[in-house]
């Protein structure tokens, strides 16, 4: 990668290091750390989308079993305010993000369209 | 997104568009335009490609002469210099922009990972 889109790349990196979603997403992680059943409901939480995630990439069947329990965990998370906070933040955090990559995907996205329309 | 990480975006976006990677493949680009054997080639091996990921995406089975057709463009398309230039630049691409999302998620992927520490 050339200097000038390293140093870019850094500038950004830090810049949403700064952005107001980040720290709000920072300071919402720090929140449930220090409410010990918050936390808690989140491991449980993470712990399950990570193994149904897990299952999944390697094309495992995922069991009514499992789908039940990842359902009580998702409605528990909704009921706890600080959970909610938080997995509204990472939605948030999340189109930041995606809104950053598509206008970086531009060139490519155009480059390609270009090819398309000369046949 | 606010106006600072929206700005550092857009640079970034320019940064690509003049990038040493982005401007060669640009010119591969516009050589293939202009030598219609090559053109013709990467149309049908684009449009196999296409097809097959769009069967793939509804779940629909890709049958073995589709396979084969696809390996025969793919064998042709190595063959010509042009192409095998234009396929080589393209995967240089997605690493310099694979390099810049790297740089771009790490604080979202710090965060994540201190709380998987946490535990
Ligand atoms: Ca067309
Ligand atoms: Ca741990």
Partial sequence: MSLSLQALARQLEQAIRDSEPFRELKQAYEDIRRDEAAYRMFANFRDIQLRLHEKQMRGAAIL???IEQAQKAMALVQQ???L???MALEQQMSMTLAEVQHIAMKPLEELHRSMMEGD
Same sequence: chains 1, 2.
Avoid: G, Q, S
Wanted: hydrophobic fraction near 35%.
């Fill in 80 to 82: 706890n305010a600080k």
């Fill in 64 to 66: 009514p079993d499992e």
């Fill in 84 to 86: 909610a906070r938080l």
